[in-house]
Nanobody, 120 residues
Framework: QVQLVESGGGLVQPGGSLRLSCAAS????????MGWYRQAPGKERELVAR???????SYADSVKGRFTISGDSAERMSYLQMNSLKPEDTAIYYC??????????????WGKGTLVTVSS
């Protein structure tokens, strides 16, 4: 059984920073990608950032230059460093991993989410 557990959310003032962490555990053969999604009230879940097993990354246009995703495949961790936070970044942030529990195929897994609130 695979689990993803997020941590690091909270309340921060506009312009501030937060660092989210995601720990993957369980019977994992290989992690192909890890990513962060967010869902604001009344909106659909959207991709924020993703890191691939080779180390390449991609970002939503709205967070480029402000957020940085990193990962440690050996530790099965991913991190989202969020700087220059804006009120519109307020959302529940979900960790995602596309991984395989055997050498064949892969499946999407999700964490339960961590709330980030940007407000003065």
């Amino acid at each position: 059984q695979v689990q993803l557990v997020e941590s690091g959310g909270g309340l921060v003032q506009p312009g501030g920073s937060l660092r989210l962490s995601c720990a993957a555990s369980g019977s994992i053969f290989r992690i192909y990608t890890m990513g962060w999604y967010r869902q604001a009230p009344g909106k659909e879940r959207e991709l924020v950032a993703r890191i691939f097993s080779g180390g390449s990354t991609s970002y939503a246009d709205s967070v480029k230059g402000r957020f940085t995703i990193s990962g440690d495949s050996a530790e099965r961790m991913s991190y989202l460093q969020m700087n220059s936070l804006k009120p519109e970044d307020t959302a529940i942030y979900y960790c995602n991993a596309y991984l395989g529990t055997s050498r064949y195929g892969g499946t999407d897994y999700w964490g339960k989410g961590t709330l980030v609130t940007v407000s003065s």
